[in-house]
């Protein structure tokens, strides 16, 4: 939203400033006649270079998190929706959070519903908060609701740290065993070339496959960064397009070692999201229309798509799930087969959530253990061939002499 500086006379001869925050001048200027204040002069204010440079793009995980854990508190505690939103907006930390607070506190103040006050922030909070909101608003529990959102938020952020975590350790390693590599192929091996040379020592293939990278490295770096550029501008224009990302997607989801881990975690959060809104009384096509809108990995997607015409067609949710056994277990699809026919779908999504939720931290420890052993045997390798490459033709050296 912009921002509006207005000056007004409060009293004959006395005049004052303030600003107000709205979409567009107009709107600034119907805010102020509802407070009746009719302003001399409303300009929009400009933030600068550096501002805009350096402002919030977003709102993190944790602050949204916290700030629904918060929300529940203060309405368990007693006070008003208003109060508890009026006392979060001081006390959040994210800008933006603050910013869209005041909006939804003027939305309820201008009579409008907290359900649809929050339709309007779905770009920070997630696409099923207002329909729970609704669903809490129906029911007059709208505190257990934020507790129900609040479990499940901290929960997938939590496993995004972990599966974070699991991943920055390998990527650290390779990335400085390439660095390395690099240094060595750049500065080191060429000094050892020119020595080599001089003294007429036989190369073994070590030591010549070792330059011959090095050459070709220092010769025809040109091509390797245009090579390199050419693949990363292609797919950069290829992970935009739908095709190009299902096929990313799908590239992920069967990645050996890493594949298995990822596809869990998808799945889970697929089966949590549907558990909240089904657990809430959000009707079924709607849920299945928030999980489509809310998924970002498109092989997923495409199961829940299917999903929702069949339920739109009078067909049960299962079918699409037991024909996809390459990315959901067969036991998750019998099991929510068995807690629709039954008319539990929504205590059936809670125990499937938590069975996947197990078999996480289990595949997360296992993979932690894989990780280990390949990382030491690469880079292991990797300084053990060098070592060897400059190593030899220096003991037959000093075998000549």
């Known amino acids: 939203m912009k921002v509006f500086a207005y000056s007004y006379e409060e009293?004959?001869?006395?005049?004052?400033?303030?600003?107000?925050?709205?979409?567009?001048?107009?709107?600034?200027?119907?805010?102020?006649?509802?407070?009746?204040?009719?302003?001399?002069?409303?300009?929009?204010?400009?933030?600068?270079?550096?501002?805009?440079?350096?402002?919030?793009?977003t709102v993190e995980n944790d602050d949204i998190v916290s700030f629904t854990q918060l929300f529940a508190g203060c309405l368990e505690s007693g006070l008003t929706i208003k109060d508890s939103l009026a006392l979060l907006q001081k006390q959040v930390g994210s800008k933006i959070l603050k910013d869209r607070l005041s909006e939804v506190i003027s939305d309820i103040d201008a009579g409008g519903s907290i359900s649809d006050s929050f339709t309007k922030h779905t770009d920070i909070f997630?696409?099923?908060?207002?329909?729970?909101?609704?669903?809490?608003?129906?029911?007059?529990?709208?505190?257990?609701?934020?507790?129900?959102?609040?479990?499940?938020?901290?929960?997938?952020?939590?496993l995004k740290k972990e599966l974070v975590g699991v991943f920055i350790y390998p990527g650290i390693v390779v990335g400085v065993g390439i660095g390395l590599l690099m240094v060595i192929l750049s500065f080191v091996a060429p000094t050892f070339k020119s020595v080599f040379t001089e003294s007429g020592v036989k190369l073994p293939g070590p030591t010549i496959a070792l330059f011959g990278a090095s050459d070709f490295l220092l010769k025809y770096n040109y091509i390797l960064i245009s090579i390199l550029t050419v693949l990363g501008v292609s797919y950069f224009f290829f992970q935009r397009t739908y095709n190009g990302k299902k096929q990313i997607h799908r590239?992920?989801?069967?990645?050996?070692?890493?594949?298995?881990?990822?596809?869990?975690?998808?799945?889970?959060?697929?089966?949590?999201?549907f558990d909240v809104l089904a657990n809430n009384e959000v009707p079924i096509t709607l849920s299945l229309q928030v999980l489509e809108d809310s998924t970002t990995n498109?092989?997923?997607?495409?199961?829940?798509t299917e999903i929702r015409k069949d339920v739109a067609r009078g067909l049960p949710i299962s079918g699409p799930l037991?024909?996809?056994?390459?990315?959901?277990?067969?036991?998750?699809?019998?099991s929510i087969s068995m807690g629709e026919k039954s008319g539990n779908l929504g205590p059936t999504l809670t125990r499937v959530g938590v069975?996947?939720?197990?078999?996480?931290?289990?595949?997360?420890?296992?993979?932690?253990?894989?990780?280990?052993?390949i990382l030491t045997l690469g880079i292991g390798g990797m300084v053990l061939f060098i070592a060897l490459a400059i190593y030899l033709p220096?003991?037959?050296?000093?075998?000549?002499?």
């Not at 997630?126 to 729970?132: D, E, G, I």
């Not at 498109?298 to 829940?304: A, E, N, R, S, Y």
């Not at 220096?394 to 002499?401: A, K, L, P, R």
């Open 322 to 334: 037991l024909k996809n056994k390459k990315y959901i277990s067969p036991l998750i699809s019998y």
């Open 298 to 304: 498109f092989v997923i997607k495409d199961i829940i």
């Open 11 to 57: 009293s004959p001869g006395q005049y004052k400033r303030g600003k107000v925050k709205a979409d567009n001048i107009g709107q600034a200027k119907a805010f102020l006649k509802k407070k009746k204040i009719f302003p001399k002069s409303v300009k929009e204010e400009k933030d600068s270079l550096l501002t805009r440079l350096f402002e919030e793009k």
């Open 251 to 273: 590239l992920i989801l069967n990645l050996p070692i890493f594949g298995p881990v990822l596809r869990d975690v998808s799945l889970l959060r697929l089966i949590k999201t």
């Open 126 to 158: 997630p696409k099923f908060y207002p329909m729970l909101l609704k669903a809490g608003e129906a029911s007059g529990n709208i505190s257990q609701v934020l507790d129900y959102i609040g479990e499940y938020l901290e929960r997938i952020n939590n």
């Open 394 to 401: 220096i003991f037959d050296m000093m075998g000549n002499v």
């Open 355 to 373: 069975f996947i939720d197990r078999e996480i931290g289990f595949s997360m420890k296992k993979l932690s253990a894989k990780i280990s052993p």
